[in-house]
């Protein structure tokens, strides 16, 4: 599963990209991304520091009828405030992954990974 990080105001948020079945659609999660654990079979990268946390925003995006709109989904149980510049990044990541869908949808390859 692939995902991105950006650090904003001394905070480091992640990006993660999936494709849960139950959902026939690609995940694209938003979380405050957690510091990876110093040692374990976890991190084979010892240049990975950071990992996605608990998601808090999913975006998911159909890949196999381009008229399904994609959605996004809040899972937090508490409030929580979300840098403008973040939910941008995120937001142009959710639109990237629907092209790619939409791209794959159009040549027969309903798979659009990141």
């Known amino acids: 599963m692939p995902w991105e990080l950006r650090e904003h105001a001394g905070r480091c948020y992640a990006v993660l990209f999936h494709y849960p079945l139950a959902d026939d659609a ?3 999660e938003l ?3 957690v510091p990876a654990p110093a040692e374990g079979a976890e991190t084979p990268d ?3 520091t950071y990992l996605p946390g608990a998601a808090f925003l ?3 995006v159909p890949d196999e009828d381009p008229d399904l709109q994609p959605v996004v ?3 937090s149980p508490v409030e929580r405030v979300v840098p403008y510049e973040v939910m941008r990044w995120f937001m142009e990541q959710v639109a990237d992954q629907v092209e790619r869908c939409r791209i ?5 390859k309903p798979e659009a990974a990141p």
């Open 104 to 108: 794959a949808f159009r040549r027969g």
């Open 31 to 33: 979380s405050e991304a």
């Open 46 to 48: 010892a240049a990975v």
């Open 26 to 28: 690609w995940a694209v």
């Open 73 to 75: 989904r809040v899972w």
């Open 58 to 60: 999913v975006a998911l």
